[in-house]
């Protein structure tokens, strides 16, 4: 995969080839460069206005829809430029303007590395509306390879190797699931919008196995692609999903305990603590609207009710304005991470299972447990069963009861 990194308005991007083969890559005119085999993934890596210039290093091929148009040389740069809901794209002089452009390596079995990370695959480069937008084109089980060692929170130690066996099938039938919608122009987003996916700059041999030893398999419940909705720490006690999200009822996604010691308690997320200032609190709740000004003073927090894991159903924040009337503000389930934040509001709150109070130095203290919203497997908890030595097998059918590990015909 290639990935284009934006600066602004002006990218830079320096290409390294890295593979070992010396072969040129023949040009495919019906899969547009692509060498991999099995069902291909458009990942969505940018979309930006205007126009930018991208400096090339090592030899890439430059084609359209139909045909190759160009082999670029190093040293040469592309001006990319939306007009008329068409790229052009000028190279050592010469204008291109289409609908599509891919760009691949000129040597075959190439991956393209830029700002330390590697990349395999396929670049497009597509309009849309005024943007323009670029994605990788790549295999599913290629993906795979950027997804694990991204989203997993472990290293390959041997014993994590069933967690990872799990997760892998998981996120594999994420991305099932993501294909089966049919977007027009791409999959999947490349952050935490979908899946976090990185390329190949971390991939090893131990986390590839356990994609290839894994490969095609998917988790279904009554012959479909299960929600295989994820998380980092449970906290104790996982979801339901109905609570976080509001149209999937899924019955395999019911809240359950995460052990009679929780499994996820190995998490450096089982348990932590937010310290507020008193005007940054109370900043959050101006800017999502609860508040029209600054001039106000938390009084207390009341926790409404719970659901059954222990995390926050409805939570009712009380603040006075300076002629000391009260102004009640009440959040909801999960909509009460995006509104308070962490402190240094780098993100969410880390869960919606905390207990909030003011001391006496104009602080809000939050002391909560787990992180993230709680639905399906628990990354931490699966990690824990892993080392206790629970199969890939054992560890999904805990955390999606009544589901199957079916393979997927590729």
Known sequence: MYKLFLFFTVVCLGIIITGCSSTRRTYNRENKFEKEEGTLIRVLLNEQEGKYDWHVESSVY??????????????????????????????????????????????????????????KGTLKIIPDGSEIRVLNVLSLEQ??????????????????????????????????????????????????????????????????????????LILTYNGKPAITLYHSTCGGYTEDAANVFTKINAPYLRGIKDGEEPYCSISPKFTWTENFDEQDFIRRFV????????????????????????????????????????????????????????????SILESNNFNIKANGDRYIVIKGKGY??????????????????????????FYYPGTKIESFND
């Not at 122009?185 to 971390?202: A, L, N």
């Not at 719970?306 to 009440?330: A, H, M, P, W, Y």
């Not at 990354?379 to 206790?388: E, M």
Request: hydrophobic content about 30%; overall charge neutral.
């Open 62 to 119: 430059l084609s359209d829809s139909d045909n190759e148009l160009t082999l670029i040389h190093p040293g040469n740069s592309l001006s990319v430029s939306n007009s008329r809901d068409e790229i052009n794209i000028n190279v050592g002089g010469k204008n291109f303007r289409g609908r599509e452009f891919y760009l691949a390596a000129a040597e075959e079995d190439s991956s393209l590395n830029y700002n330390g990370s590697s990349y």
């Open 143 to 216: 993906y795979l390879k950027g997804v694990v060692p991204y989203e997993m929170p472990s290293s390959n130690r041997k014993e994590y190797y069933e967690a990872l066996k799990a997760f892998t099938i998981c996120a594999r039938t994420y991305t099932i699931s993501k294909l089966n919608e049919n977007k027009n122009t791409f999959d999947v987003y490349s952050d935490t919008r979908d899946q976090v996916y990185g390329g190949c700059g971390r991939e090893n041999e131990a986390l590839n196995k356990i994609v290839e030893d894994t490969r095609g």
């Open 287 to 346: 800017s999502a609207g609860y508040l029209d000004n600054q001039d106000y003073t938390f009084q207390s927090a009341t926790i409404n009710s719970l659901f059954r894991s222990g995390r926050i159903n409805e939570l009712q924040l009380n603040f006075s304005d300076r002629n000391n009337n009260l102004k009640t503000v009440k959040l909801y389930g999960n909509n009460i991470r995006y509104v308070i934040r962490t402190a240094d509001n780098k």
């Open 372 to 397: 993230g919203h709680g639905v399906g497997l628990c990354q931490w908890g699966a990690l824990a069963q892993s080392k206790q030595g629970k199969t890939y097998e054992e560890i999904l059918s």
